[in-house]
């Protein structure tokens, strides 16, 4: 009979070999595939398996994505995956290339900031916008007839050029990328040394990060209070809505079809309203936004007085990485805190 | 011995699989079709022993006032008396409960999405609740793998 010390080396020695070799299919199954696409046609995110991208970025490239993410666009950073695991994520993507993955100079290459911005400005800020914004919209099928495989890059975002290499963004230049609307620069008439140009702007775009962009954290919740009786509560929210260009979807009560019809807590209401051209934009914006729209106020009522409670969007809006969908989630709140204090008058 | 149970298990442990990063907002891709996958997803809640309330008809809604939209759905479900007891404590977390999947489509795929209730727990001042919410986590995560994986 074997020993309990050997049984737990054994399994020890088991355990070990299981961590040391993470599988990089599932875990792109369970962490990439959502946006990317379970075979990288893409959709949310970027189309990894298009040849002409997968076959131009190196795997530092995309190492460096992963752990980086794209600050305000969506792609997170994924800080927690070890370093084994984002790499088997990487082969896994690499595995849907026919050819080697290319290494690039990590190299600064040197160019003309002023000269290549002139340039970004005339060739490429159609795409990618006048401050190398991107792109708007989220890749889905809300936002974007299909037939479009990529909406364009931010360059400017932080983390992009934390993650890219000057060579392999003159690489991508060069030869643009076939099947979306980047064309070969050099194919357009630019020199080489114009593509320095516009890499050293693109390079130029880099920040550092100061103490005073570090976010500000918001309320999860607004909370208002009223003296009046919940039926009278409910009516002034009404009111106060149908004057901001909502229209009132639904009055039910918190419990409702999780007691006996009847027997739910009166003292609890949830009261949902809608502007639905704001809601079609936020879903074009972001569709993971219905998360908490539509737009509603539970009342609760609590030692004499009525809670008015909702979901503070702009709090909400920061766990989207999506600066698009900030701006609308801003605006959501301060309708929110107007119907909420006229309420509450 | 005891000692050597103790060991077994967190060598067991061990051999789990490397837990998903705790992101905030979850979204998983299914490879079944919108109508397939809302009725594993509704299943699934069910057998996690939960109260699938209502589903609410985002895209009915849109296309009622005017606006072209794929099918796009939010699924609220709980557990009544968990629900009942935070909100007493706790009447902020009448924002974020029931809890909810918003599920919609993309092309021949289908998304859904949901906020880990691990969120909840700076929400509430009440940290006897915490077990609650790792609890309704783990079990959403399980909820979302069903749909993922099934064919």
């Known amino acids: 009979m074997m020993k309990p010390a050997v049984i737990l080396s054994l399994l020890l020695g088991l355990a070990t070999a299981v961590q040391a070799a993470p599988n990089g299919a599932d875990l792109y199954s369970q962490q990439c595939a959502a946006c990317h696409g379970e075979n990288g046609k893409g959709g949310v995110g970027v189309p990894l398996a298009l040849e002409s991208f997968i076959d131009s970025a190196s795997d530092q490239y995309l190492f460096n994505t992963i752990r980086s993410g794209r600050p305000g666009r969506l792609m997170p950073a994924f800080k927690t995956l070890s370093d084994a695991q984002v790499s088997a994520i990487v082969a896994h993507v690499r595995s849907w290339s026919k050819k080697p993955a290319p290494v690039y100079s990590n190299a600064r290459i040197k160019g003309d900031i002023e000269g290549g911005k002139a340039i970004y400005q005339d060739k490429c800020a159609t795409c990618h916008g006048h401050d190398a914004q991107g792109g708007s919209g989220t890749g889905v099928t809300f936002s974007r007839p299909r037939d479009l495989p990529i909406i364009a890059p931010a360059l400017a975002n932080q983390g992009f050029l934390a993650s890219v290499s000057d060579a392999m963004i003159k690489n991508t230049l060069l030869n643009g990328r076939q099947g979306t609307p980047m064309s070969s620069f050099i194919k357009q008439g630019l020199s080489e040394k114009q593509l320095d140009d516009v890499v050293a702007y693109i390079r130029s775009l880099e920040k550092k990060t100061s103490q005073s962009e570090v976010e500000q954290a918001l309320p999860a919740y607004l909370k208002y209070e009223s003296s009046e009786s919940m039926e009278d509560t409910l009516a002034a929210i009404k009111q106060a809505a149908i004057g901001a260009n909502f229209r009132i979807i639904r009055e039910q009560m918190f419990e409702q079809g999780y007691v006996e019809k009847g027997k739910e807590d009166r003292k609890k209401v949830i009261l949902y309203f809608c502007n639905f051209n704001m809601l079609s934009k936020a879903l074009a914006i972001d569709p993971r936004v219905g998360l908490f729209l539509p737009c509603r106020v539970t009342l609760i009522e609590k030692d004499g007085k009525i809670q008015m409670i909702t979901v503070n969007p702009s709090a909400m809006s920061k766990k989207f990485n999506n600066e698009e969908l900030s701006k609308i989630c801003e605006q959501m709140s301060r309708l929110y805190k107007e119907i909420l204090e006229e309420a509450s008058l | ?151």
């Open chain 2, 1 to 151: 011995m005891k000692k050597i149970i103790f060991l077994i298990v967190m060598c067991l442990q061990g051999l789990m699989p490397v837990m998903a990063s705790e992101q905030d907002v979850i979204m998983i891709r299914s490879r079944l079709p919108f109508p397939e996958a809302m009725t594993t997803l509704q299943n699934s809640i069910i057998d996690h022993q939960y109260t699938l309330s209502r589903v609410q008809r985002v895209d009915i809604g849109l296309e009622k006032a005017g606006y072209t939209t794929d099918r796009y759905r939010i699924v609220f479900f709980g557990k009544h008396k968990e629900m009942k007891a935070i909100t007493d404590e706790s009447p902020q977390m009448g924002a974020y409960l029931p809890l909810k999947v918003a599920i919609f489509a993309e092309e021949d795929d289908t998304m859904l999405v949901v906020l880990n209730p691990l969120h909840f727990q700076h929400i509430t001042d009440h940290p006897e609740y915490n077990i609650i919410f790792k609890r309704w986590a783990s079990d959403i995560k399980s909820i979302l793998e069903d749909v993922r994986k099934a064919e």
